[in-house]
């Protein structure tokens, strides 16, 4: 089955920098790629998401990238500000199927 | 902004009993997911619903679990009898049209924080 795995656990940035997570999926048969954002006590949020079809998408101060042929994706935040301060899920889907997984989550602070 | 509701938001209860758990997706939306996560380790998904059965269901969703649309707004998951590994944070959800269709999103609820003692 697919597996997602996420870099880094942990991140912390200065307000105003960027930041950046990775993630690697295991099926190539994935092609749904959303991103996640979880804060504290509260149930995961999508934020953005991309489809295999494209390689870039953004909004705002997030873009992702997909690169197919590596089997990676990345989120990309800039002009961090403290709000951004939250943990960040990558996951993988295949349309075939409802089910969405997770990657293991990167615990993001954003310092003023 | 419509939501996903969960309650309760904390349950503590004693191993080998059942549980359930309930959700109220968002009015219009077809489809149900609950997914839990372990502190600190990922979401995993567990069941998936539409059109009053289970569509997809995980490894984890074994005999001990059920899912329900009893009354056609609420969206429950019973744990027949629940084990100290089903302590976790589950998450309900709900999505109007299947993944598969552009523009559609998942929303999940804030979680019930499940604790077996």
């Known amino acids: 089955g697919e597996n997602v795995e996420q870099h880094p656990s942990t991140l912390s940035v200065q307000e105003g920098d960027s930041a950046v997570i990775k993630c690697t999926y295991s099926?190539?048969?994935?092609?749904?790629f959303p991103w996640y954002k979880q804060e504290l006590g509260k149930g995961p949020q999508l934020i953005i998401d991309i489809r295999s079809n494209v390689g870039e998408k953004k909004d705002q101060r997030i873009a992702v990238t997909l690169n197919k042929t590596a089997k990676h994706f990345s989120l990309h935040i800039t002009e961090t500000q403290p709000e951004d301060s939250a943990v960040y899920f990558c996951a993988a889907s295949n349309f075939a199927y409802d089910k969405v997984i997770f990657g293991p989550g990167t615990s993001l602070s954003v310092i003023p | 902004e419509p939501e996903v509701t969960q309650t309760p938001s904390h349950q503590v209860t004693q191993m080998g009993q059942e549980v359930i758990l309930r959700c109220v997706p968002i009015?219009?939306?077809?489809?149900f997911y609950w997914y839990r996560q372990i502190l600190g380790q990922k979401v995993e998904f567990l069941v998936s619903f539409y059109n009053n059965e289970i569509s997809e269901k995980s490894e984890i969703f074994d005999d001990q679990f059920s899912v329900e649309r009893p009354d056609g707004s609420n969206f429950t998951l019973k744990i027949r009898s629940t084990k100290l590994e089903d302590s976790a944070m589950y998450f309900c959800a709900s999505s109007e049209k299947h993944p598969s269709w552009m523009n559609t999103e998942a929303f999940f609820g804030q979680g019930t924080r499940l604790t077996v003692v």
């Open positions: 009015s219009n939306h077809l489809y």
């Open positions: 099926d190539s048969a994935s092609n749904y």
